[in-house]
């Protein structure tokens, strides 16, 4: 289940059966068996009703496998969603064509900004595409399944070279993408920065993959 109509506490959270529990400002995510996971939503909607909130079902998702028989009748008011097209907080979280278009709708956002930016000023400019529209719109996709990054990488060369006015051989790309610190223009290249994104994922990850883990941790 995600997008709860209120902001829950961390006892709340504490308080769920469900084996997995996540909730970040107003998203809420339960995971298990069916029969806990609707005890849980029934205290969620019985706790935001005495706080005078409830609960938008319209906006929340229902995940299970294909197949799969729900018999709660609450969890039966919720919208399906198939696995494959599967997102938490704005990333997909399975190879597919989610994903795919994902990776798309970046791409085609950094060529629209290359344009745009090339109208301004080059130090506005490569601060704007340092910022904001270069790994930074990517971050979220790259802790998932990384398939676009040449052609993002490409997109971003294309955009400092055209905001430097110049044409950049792969030693000067290379030299550019660095950190500001390292003599870089700090514009990072996706494809280098995947890998530490993956392992920060699995690092971040690990006391859910660990029940044993996680109720040392509590």
């Known amino acids: 289940m995600s997008a709860v109509v209120l902001q829950f506490g961390k006892p709340l959270l504490n308080s769920m059966d469900s084996v997995l ?20 939503v029934s205290k969620v909607m019985e706790i935001g009703g005495e706080l005078g909130l409830s609960l938008n079902v ?21 919208p399906r969603t198939c696995i494959g097209d599967v997102t938490l907080l704005g990333t997909p979280l399975f190879r597919g064509p989610l994903l795919d278009r994902a ?37 979220h996709l790259l802790r998932c399944l990384p398939l676009a990054l040449p052609e993002f990488d490409k997109l971003l060369r294309l955009a400092v070279e055209r905001i430097t006015n110049s044409s950049l051989t792969d030693t000067q790309w290379l030299q550019a993408s660095l950190p500001i610190k390292d003599g870089g223009l700090g514009v990072r290249r996706v494809s280098s920065l995947a890998l530490p994104a993956f392992l920060a994922l699995v690092a971040g990850t690990t006391f859910l993959r660990d029940p044993g883990r996680l109720q040392c941790s509590t």
């Open 103 to 139: 990776w798309s709708d970046r791409c085609a956002e950094l060529s629209r900004a290359s344009c745009r930016l090339s109208q301004i000023g080059a130090q506005e400019a490569l601060i704007l595409l340092q910022s904001s529209f270069s790994t930074p719109k990517v971050l």
């Open 58 to 78: 319209s906006t929340c998702e229902l995940v299970s496998h294909d197949g799969f028989t729900v018999t709660d009748s609450l969890l039966q008011s919720f």
């Open 21 to 40: 529990t996540l909730g970040f400002l107003d998203d809420f995510t339960l995971g298990g068996p069916a029969e806990v996971v609707a005890r849980d």
